[in-house]
Structure formats: C-alpha cells, structure tokens
C-alpha cells in the first residue's frame, strides 16, 4: 500500500497522532486526504497545514454516532469518487476501573470500539465492490498488553485489535487489506502533562515519528504497526507465560498505584 494518488480518511484528524498521519499522507502524494475530528477549529487548522500538498477536505464528525459516521464517508465518496484507505483513528481514555460509571463505559465503548464497526460497515461495501481498499484501526499497546489504572481503556482496545483481527479473517481473501495500529505513550493531548505512565517507560514517542511506522507497515501490508517495537517482545513474554506476566504487570500496578489512584479520585470529583 502506497499512499501516493490515493484518497485517504482520517479520524480524530485535529491533533495529535490524527493531524500527523494527514500531514504525512499529503506530503507523500495522497491524492485527497479527508480529516475528521469533532474539533472543527482542529479541523480546519489540519486542512490548512495540508492543502499545500493535496485536496483536503474538512468534516466535523463524532465517530460514535453512525449516522454521522455514514455522512462521513458519503461526503467523501462523493466528493472523490472512492475511499482507498480509511484510518479509524479517533479514541479516549477513561481512567479507573470496574466502577467507572455506566454511561462513561458506554461512552468509551462508542468511541473506541463501535466507531471502528460504524467506520467498517460505511466503508466496505464500496471496497468489496472494486475488489480493494485498507482499513487502519488505531488500537494501543495496552489492547495486546494491558493498561495498569485503566479498565475501560484496556478492554476496549483489546475490543478495537480483536475486530481488526476479524476483519482481516473475513475480508482479506477479497482484497481488504487491514492493520492495526499499537503505540505506547505517545505525545499528544491524551498525554499532555505527564509523562505516559506505564505506557511511557520505554519513551514518548512524537507523532511524527509514529506517522513513519505507519507508513513503512502499511508499504509493508503487515496487521501489526508497532512504532514501539518493544511491545512484540512483551508480547511474546506474555504469551510464553501469561501467569508469570501477570506477576510483573502486578508489581508496575504497585509501582504506580499511588498515581492512579489520583487520577481515578480526579475523575470522580
């Protein structure tokens, strides 16, 4: 998969790890680059950073509406006649665990999971039609590994990487390429004012620098964008030995329990 001429959607495009994959795409000769995010300033600052490069189109979107996620990909098509690659990019992170509210569960389960089905079921169609497309899922480390502090993170990633891995099952034979997208902490506004916790013990990582990754796997068609590539080792480790991991991922939940735990009070206040 090259970007080059392709017409290419992204979520969450207003900041962060979204605005780098559009600045990217359009530097690399995507052929139209449509950003979504539910910021319309974020939006319209993306478009002009990029229309120097590519035809960008702007579309305020709250992917866990379906609705709103179809008018996203119709205005799309019809504005450039197809979508070549569809990057569900958009996420939240709730802190806290079982107790977290109902409604702040739901409304994380929407956001990092049902926006990839909503994004999939837009999209695919038109791909199957022509025999070709690529969805990419932005997931988390933590969706293979775990995220100490977190429930509602961790199992929705986990949710987000089983998907894509069902997608891929099912529609791979018909010309549907899909990958996954992984990353530790990364600088962004979720991460904004600390240093990533847990996720950032082997480093922040720039927007920038992930936008590399995501570009050299997708050339590659592999399912996996690991920007960290420590996390396939602890992957491995987990698999190897998933009681003997979850001893270690016990003694990080200790180190950094105090932290947490002030995240979770923040919340509930």
């Not at 569960?105 to 199957?128: C, E, G, K, Y």
């Not at 491995?236 to 950094?256: E, I, N, V």
Request: aromatic share 6%; net charge negative; glycine share 10%.
């Amino acid at each position: 998969m090259q970007v080059k001429d392709k017409v290419v959607v992204v979520t969450g495009g207003a900041s962060g790890i979204g605005k780098s994959l559009c600045e990217r795409f359009a530097k690399d000769g995507a052929r139209a680059v449509v950003v979504s995010d539910i910021n319309q300033q974020g939006i319209d600052a993306t478009v002009a950073d990029i229309s120097a490069h590519t035809q960008a189109l702007g579309i305020k979107t709250d992917v866990g509406n379906e609705n709103e996620m179809n008018e996203l990909v119709a205005q799309a098509i019809q504005q450039f006649g197809q979508i070549d690659l569809f990057c569900s990019n958009a996420g939240i992170f709730t802190a806290g665990g079982e107790n977290v509210s109902t409604d702040a569960w739901q409304t994380i389960w929407d956001i990092n999971v049902m926006s990839h089905v909503f994004a999939a079921r837009a999209v695919l169609p038109a791909m199957l039609e022509r025999g070709e497309g690529y969805l990419l899922n932005t997931s988390s480390a933590a969706g293979l590994l775990s995220q100490v502090g977190s429930a509602p993170y961790s199992v929705t990633k986990h949710a987000a990487i089983g998907f894509a891995e069902w997608l891929s099952i099912t529609y791979g034979n018909r010309g549907i390429k899909v990958s996954v997208l992984c990353p530790q902490a990364v600088r962004t506004a979720m991460t904004a004012g600390g240093d990533g916790g847990v996720a950032g013990l082997d480093g922040m990582l720039e927007p920038d620098k992930l936008a590399d990754t995501v570009v050299e796997t997708l050339a590659q068609e592999r399912f996996l964008v690991l920007p960290h590539p420590e996390v396939l080792t602890y992957m491995r480790r987990k698999t190897d030995d998933y009681d003997r991991w979850l001893g270690g991922m016990r003694r990080l939940q200790s180190q950094f329990e105090d932290v947490y735990k002030k995240r979770e009070e923040s919340q509930d206040d």
